[in-house]
RNA sequence: UGGGGUGUGGCCAAGCGGUAAGGCAACGGCCUUUGGAGCCGUCAUCCCAGGUUCGAAUCCUGGCGCCCCAGCCA
C-alpha cells in the first residue's frame, strides 16, 4: 500500500534528499527514536518511530532505538520492555543499535566541564523558584543570575563537587550562558545539569546529577552520528539551542562527536475520538475506565494489539495520513479504513449469529443434517472452502426479521423469503411470540430447488443472511468494542474523563451460536463474522471453556445507513 | 512588533510562478449468494485584502485565525 510516490512527497523525505544529494554528513543518513522510558508507546509514537526507521531505509541508511532515560524519578524498567516489545510487533528493526542516553553520562560529564572551561556555563545557586524569576515572561526579558560570572575554576570546583553528592536535591544546578534577553525562554541561561539523588534504573546510584533533555539530547544525537533528529513540532523553540549544544560539541568534543546533528520538526498525530496524552491515558487506566493499558479500547500499541489490528494496518494508516508541520485531526475512520483493508484479503470468513433468533424449518427432513460448503475467502481460492451444517432447526440475526419491514428491507418477513447463505432460501410462515409479544421463534419452509450453487428456481432472491445449524453450534464470547470517546476531539473537553466516555464503549455478549469450524481456529486468529466485523480470536486471555473475540471493527452498515435516512 | 509555528474541499494531504494530485468520508449508480468487497461517477479555485506578473495556492505588503513556549519533565 505504501506508494513511492506519497512517501517521496512529505518534506522529511525531500529535505533529506536534498541533503543527500548535497553530500551533506558525507551523503549519510542516520535517524533515531528515542522514547522516555515512563509509560506506553501509542499509535501516536508509532507514527514517529515509522517516520524515522522508514526513513533510515528509504535512504539505505542507519536507525537507532535510544531511550532517553535522563530523569530517573519518571523511567522504569518496566517500560524499556514494553516499548521494546511494542516496536518489534510494529517491525521497526534497530538491529545492534539499542541504546541508553544513559550510557554515555560519562562522556556528558565530560563535555559539561568543557564547556565550563569555555565560559559557556556556570553553576547556579538559586532556587528553582529564584530561578523562574529571573527568567522573566513571555513579554519581559529575565535578569542575570548574580552567579553567572564565577570563575571557571570555581565553576568546575562547585559542578565537580555537585557531582560527588556534596549538595541536596536542587541545590545548585549547572546552567548554560546564552542570552537572558532573548525572545526565546529556551535561551534564558536553561539548566543542563540538576542534582536529583535517586536510584536510576540502568545507572543505579553512580550519579547524583542528570543532564536535562535540552543538553543531552542533542549531544547524544551528535555522538551515535544521528545525521537527522526528528522531533514534534513544540520542540521547535529548542532548535536554537540544540544547534549551540551541537556547536559546542563539534568544537569542544571533536573526537567523539560523529555528526553535525540537525533537527527537524513535524506535526505529532492527533485522531478523533481519542485521548492520546500520556497524562490522560494513565487517568483512564488508575480510574478504573479501563481494564489496563493494553485494554483494546486503549490506543497504545499494546491495546491495538489485544484489539486484534495488525502492523500493517498501522503502517497502512500512517502512510495514508502522511507527513506535515500543521496541527491536524485525524478522522478515526481513515484507521478504521486501513484496518479493514487489511482483513478485507486475509481474515477467513465465518458464521456466527450475535443476536439469535430461532427459526424452525417445517419441511425439514426430520433429523437430516445437510454439510454446505462455503468460501474461506470470497474470491481467493486458494483460501480453501470449508463445510458447514444446515439443519432443520437454524439461527439468524433478530435484526435480519422484521414482522411489519420498512421499504428496502431487503431480508426476511412474514410471507417472504430470504437465502441462508450457502444453503437455501427459507420462507416465513409462522411468527411465534411469547405473552409480551416479543418474537421468539420463526416456523420457516425452504425451498430445495433453491441450493445454493444450483438454484433451479428461477427466482431473484435479494437478501442474504448468515446463519448457524442450532444443534451443531459452538457458543462463543464476543466483546463488541467502540470508541471510548463519544466526543471528535475528548482532548479539548475539559477535565472529567466521564463527561465525554462511551457508556457503550464495551459490550459483551456471552455464549452466542457459532459455526463449529470455529473451533478450528488457534489464539491470535482474525476472522471476518460475515456481515458483522472482523473479530480477534484473544491469545492473551485465559479461554477456559470457551472461545473470546474481540471485534476489531465492525464492516460497514449500509443498511444502518438506510434506516437513519428512512427516520429522518 | 516577546519568540516560534501554521492556515489548500467535511477530515488528512500533494503542490516549490504556468493555470488545484491522491486518500478517507459523503453522495449517486453498477455489480454482488457478505446491504461487506469491487467498479463507475459527483464533490475546492487555495484564511482575507491589496500588490508584482502575460500568468500566483505558489512571490511581495498588510491584516485575521489557530497552535506552542515562562519544569531543576521529555
Not at 276 to 302: N, Y
Not at 332 to 341: C, K
Amino acid at each position: 500500500m505504501t506508494n513511492e510516490a506519497e512517501m517521496q512527497s512529505n518534506f522529511i523525505y525531500q529535505m533529506i534528499l536534498k541533503d543527500v544529494e548535497a553530500g551533506k554528513h558525507g551523503g549519510r543518513v542516520h535517524t533515531r527514536f528515542p522514547p522516555e522510558p515512563n509509560g506506553y508507546l501509542h499509535i501516536g509514537h508509532a507514527k514517529a518511530a515509522l517516520l524515522n526507521y522508514n526513513l533510515a531505509r528509504q535512504f539505505d541508511g542507519k536507525f537507532n532505538l535510544r531511550f532517553d532515560d535522563t530523569n530517573p524519578i519518571a523511567e522504569e524498567e518496566e517500560y524499556v520492555e514494553s516499548i521494546i516489545e511494542d516496536l518489534r510487533w510494529l517491525g521497526v528493526d534497530w538491529e545492534d543499535r539499542l541504546f541508553f542516553t544513559s550510557d554515555y553520562f560519562e562522556t556528558k560529564f565530560a563535555f559539561a566541564k568543557r564547556l565550563i572551561e569555555a565560559g559557556q556555563a556556570y553553576v547556579c545557586d538559586l532556587s528553582p523558584d529564584e530561578i523562574r524569576e529571573y527568567r522573566g515572561t513571555l513579554t519581559e526579558p529575565g535578569t542575570p543570575s548574580p552567579f553567572r560570572d564565577r570563575s571557571v575554576d570555581e565553576n568546575l570546583a562547585l559542578f565537580e563537587r555537585m557531582q560527588k553528592g556534596e549538595f541536596p536535591d536542587g541545590a545548585r544546578v549547572l546552567r548554560a550562558k546564552i542570552d537572558m534577553t532573548s525572545g526565546n525562554l529556551n535561551l534564558r541561561d536553561p539548566v543542563l545539569y540538576r542534582i536529583l539523588h535517586a536510584e536510576h534504573h540502568r545507572t543505579g546510584d553512580a550519579w547524583c546529577i542528570y543532564p536535562m533533555y535540552d543538553f543531552d539530547h542533542p549531544f547524544t544525537d551528535a555522538l551515535e552520528g544521528i545525521t537527522h533528529s526528528l522531533c514534534s513540532i513544540e520542540y521547535s523553540d529548542h532548535r536554537p539551542l540544540y544547534d549551540w549544544v551541537v556547536e559546542n560539541a563539534v568544537k569542544l568534543m571533536p573526537d567523539v562527536v560523529k555528526a553535525r546533528s540537525e533537527q527537524t520538526e513535524f506535526a505529532r498525530l492527533n485522531m478523533s475520538h481519542m485521548v492520546l496524552s500520556k497524562r490522560k491515558l494513565r487517568r483512564l487506566v488508575e480510574e478504573g475506565h479501563v481494564s489496563g493499558w493494553d485494554d483494546p479500547r486503549m490506543p497504545t500499541i499494546s491495546g491495538l494489539r489485544r484489539r486484534g489490528v495488525t502492523p500493517d494496518a498501522i503502517a497502512d494508516f500512517q502512510d495514508r495520513v502522511g507527513v506535515a508541520r500543521a496541527d491536524s485531526l485525524v478522522d478515526l475512520r481513515m484507521f478504521l479504513f486501513s484496518i479493514r483493508n487489511d482483513l478485507e484479503a486475509t481474515a477467513l470468513r465465518k458464521m456466527v449469529v450475535l443476536e439469535p433468533l430461532k427459526v424452525v424449518i417445517t419441511n425439514w427432513p426430520e433429523g437430516e443434517v445437510e454439510w454446505v460448503e462455503l468460501e474461506n475467502i470470497p474470491r481467493d481460492e486458494s483460501a480453501g472452502m470449508r463445510t458447514a451444517p444446515f439443519s432443520g432447526e437454524v439461527y439468524i440475526e433478530r435484526e435480519d426479521f422484521m414482522e411489519d419491514p420498512p421499504k428496502k428491507f431487503h431480508r426476511l418477513s412474514p410471507g417472504d423469503e430470504i437465502r441462508l447463505k450457502g444453503a437455501y432460501a427459507i420462507h416465513c410462515h409462522d411468527v411465534i411470540k411469547d405473552d409480551e409479544g416479543n418474537v421468539v421463534e420463526l416456523h420457516c419452509t425452504y425451498d430445495p430447488k433453491t441450493r445454493s450453487g444450483n438454484d433451479t428456481s428461477g427466482r431473484k432472491i435479494r437478501g442474504v443472511a448468515h446463519w448457524v445449524s442450532a444443534p451443531h453450534a459452538v457458543e462463543v464470547d464476543v466483546r463488541l468494542y467502540d470508541t471510548l470517546f463519544v466526543e471528535q476531539d475528548p482532548e479539548t473537553v475539559g477535565e472529567d474523563l466521564r463527561d465525554v466516555l462511551n457508556p457503550e464503549s464495551l459490550m459483551t455478549l456471552t455464549r452466542v451460536p457459532a459455526e463449529p469450524s470455529i473451533s478450528a481456529l488457534t489464539p491470535g486468529s482474525r476472522v471476518q463474522f460475515m456481515r458483522k466485523g472482523y473479530f480477534f480470536l484473544d491469545p492473551e486471555e485465559d479461554h477456559g471453556d470457551g472461545l473470546i473475540f474481540n471485534r476489531i471493527v465492525p464492516l460497514k452498515d449500509t443498511w444502518a445507513k438506510i434506516k437513519k435516512k428512512q427516520s429522518q
